[in-house]
């Protein structure tokens, strides 16, 4: 018997008490069951993050152009699986609000990169520690190990290597 076969289902009980729902042969489906975590997961991890002054989704591609700087953003794009004029509202946004800049590289004009301000910079910092305790907190219910494990899993399924 295969283990996707050895799984039983039946009805989802919901942390608060709620009935629960059946879904049948989804609740044997990976991208199904990595959605409701994903949602799940964002729900806890980012309430707090997202009553600040920055969405998670701009957050995210700050600390991109902070962890690689002279990035262009359409490699931002491809990796985050973000479409191209998205992307370019994103980046746009985050420039009018001073926190990050466009460069044009002496060695290539016809490309930009792009580089966080000194006041990107400070709301990277300070978001960072937030967003490990909110992601450390979210996953509470995982040992160390299944949270690592958990990790390098969620990494491979995305065709990452391993840190």
Known sequence: MSL?????TGPVEQADG????????????????????QLTVFER????????????????????ISENPGV???????????KW????????SLEERGLVERFVPPHDRRSVELRVTAA????VDAFVPL???ADQRALAMLSDEEYVQFQLLLRKAAGWPPL
Do not use: H
């Open 85 to 92: 004029p998205n992307m370019t509202k994103l980046v746009r």
């Open 4 to 8: 996707a076969r050895a799984i039983q």
């Open 131 to 133: 967003m490990q305790d």
């Open 45 to 64: 991890t980012f309430a707090e993050l997202q009553r600040r002054d920055v969405k998670i989704g701009e957050f995210t591609i700050l600390l991109a």
């Open 18 to 37: 709620k009935a629960g729902l059946s879904f049948g042969p989804f609740e044997r489906s990976v991208g199904f069951l990595l959605r409701i975590a």
């Open 72 to 82: 262009r953003q359409g490699v931002i794009a491809d990796v985050l699986k973000i």
């Open 120 to 123: 990107g910079r400070e709301l």
